[in-house]
């Protein structure tokens, strides 16, 4: 079975200025009407067909993306990367009615994350 790219994060010390940034260059729709002020980020192109949608968030730490890879059990994969020399940064962590994920970080340092799906 597969594990497709399915989500993105796009972490910036000034997501206000991040947000008009991404709109003017790539025209993504950026939706932060939620309680958590998370921009929901819709990639689709002019002509409506699909991308990878994602996250765009105001972060304290140093500007970072994030790509998410979906899982139907994220905490079983969470064990094999930590078998294959990964490290578990977020463990399995819900957000009710929302999204099951956790982030992990490969043998490099890289940080990826799992999305239940």
Same mark, same amino acid.
């Given at each position: 079975?597969?594990?497709?790219?399915v989500?993105?994060?796009?972490?910036?010390?000034d997501?206000a200025a *991040?947000?008009k940034?991404?709109?003017?260059?790539?025209?993504?729709?950026?939706?932060?009407? #939620?309680?958590?002020?998370? @921009?929901?980020v819709s990639t689709?192109? *002019?002509?409506g067909? !699909? /991308?990878? #949608? /994602?996250?765009?968030?105001?972060?304290?730490k140093k500007?970072?993306?994030?790509i998410?890879?979906q899982a139907?059990?994220p @905490? *079983?994969?969470?064990?094999?990367?930590e078998r294959a020399g990964?490290?578990?940064?977020v463990?399995?962590?819900e957000? !009710? #009615?929302m999204?099951m994920?956790?982030i992990?970080?490969d !043998?490099e340092g890289n940080q990826? /994350?799992l999305v239940k /799906?």
């Amino acid at each position: 079975m597969g594990h497709p790219v399915v989500h993105f994060e796009i972490q910036a010390k000034d997501d206000a200025a *991040a947000k008009k940034f991404y709109k003017k260059i790539f025209g993504w729709k950026i939706d932060s009407r #939620n309680p958590m002020k998370y @921009g929901m980020v819709s990639t689709k192109d *002019a002509d409506g067909a !699909p /991308g990878i #949608n /994602g996250g765009l968030f105001r972060g304290d730490k140093k500007a970072q993306t994030v790509i998410y890879v979906q899982a139907a059990d994220p @905490g *079983a994969v969470l064990k094999k990367i930590e078998r294959a020399g990964g490290k578990t940064i977020v463990p399995v962590t819900e957000i !009710p #009615n929302m999204v099951m994920f956790a982030i992990f970080a490969d !043998p490099e340092g890289n940080q990826v /994350g799992l999305v239940k /799906g």
